[in-house]
């Protein structure tokens, strides 16, 4: 069975431009959530999509949206990238239900803003 | 709202000794709990959770914890740890009814030395 697979792995974007991040979930899982780390602040949640629809946000500012499609998969984008949007972005996917509540992280997507 | 304290920034043991990793959280409501490791440039992976029941949870990798709901702690414990047990730990929870939404303590770096 696949795990959750995030790309790209690596990206490098100057100030000011916008990226996207993608997540396939693992298959039959219909929950993806989002997490930045860095080092200053940890693990931070970002948002949680099951179905199609946000379902849970975090407290970032708006440049820091999400969407999810009908199989599941998901992207996240920022917008006008500031240098402290460098993190390692996670995405975590889970079976629906609140018993099922093990959270599968990918590998990430390393992020620098330059 | 929920938060994760983990008590130990970093902790250095020799091969072969025993650790405790710990952490206390505070919530509300109901939480279920979690230890998850990771490896440089890696993901998260899941050692343990506390759903509900018996308060020793034994996990992968030889790893156990143990809920104390009047101490609110989750102590992650290893009778003899391995080089390889070099890694972070992050301590989570999660309320039952909050969807897949995780909050994560700062993270204990464990190192194994020689």
């Known amino acids: 069975k696949a795990g959750v697979t995030q790309t790209p792995r690596y990206l490098i974007k100057t100030r000011g431009q916008q990226v996207t991040l993608s997540c396939s979930p693992i298959?039959?899982?219909?929950?993806v959530s989002w997490y930045q780390q860095t080092p200053g602040q940890g693990l931070q949640f970002l948002f949680e999509y099951f179905s199609e629809t946000q379902r849970n946000k975090g407290n970032f500012p708006g440049r820091f949206s999400g969407r999810q499609f009908s199989n599941s998969r998901s992207e996240m984008n920022v917008s006008t990238l500031e240098l402290g949007d460098s993190a390692l972005y996670l995405c975590?996917?889970?079976?629906?239900?609140?018993?099922?509540?093990?959270?599968?992280f990918g590998q990430g997507t390393r992020l620098t803003v330059v | 709202a929920q938060s994760v304290t983990q008590l130990d920034s970093q902790v250095p043991v020799f091969e072969e000794a025993p650790v405790e990793l710990r952490c206390n959280y505070s919530?509300?409501?109901?939480?279920?709990l979690f230890w998850y490791v990771q490896y440089p440039n890696q993901g998260l992976q899941l050692l343990l959770k506390y759903l509900s029941g018996s308060t020793l949870v034994k996990g992968i990798n030889g790893f156990e914890a143990e809920f104390n709901k009047s101490q609110t702690s989750f102590h992650l414990r290893k009778p003899s740890v391995h080089i390889s047990d070099t890694a972070e730990y992050f301590c989570a929870v999660k309320k039952e009814t909050s969807g897949s939404r995780l909050t994560f303590g700062e993270g204990t770096q464990l190192t194994v030395n020689p």
């Open positions: 298959s039959g899982h219909r929950s």
């Open positions: 975590a996917s889970s079976l629906p239900g609140h018993q099922n509540t093990e959270a599968f």
């Open positions: 919530s509300s409501v109901s939480v279920y």
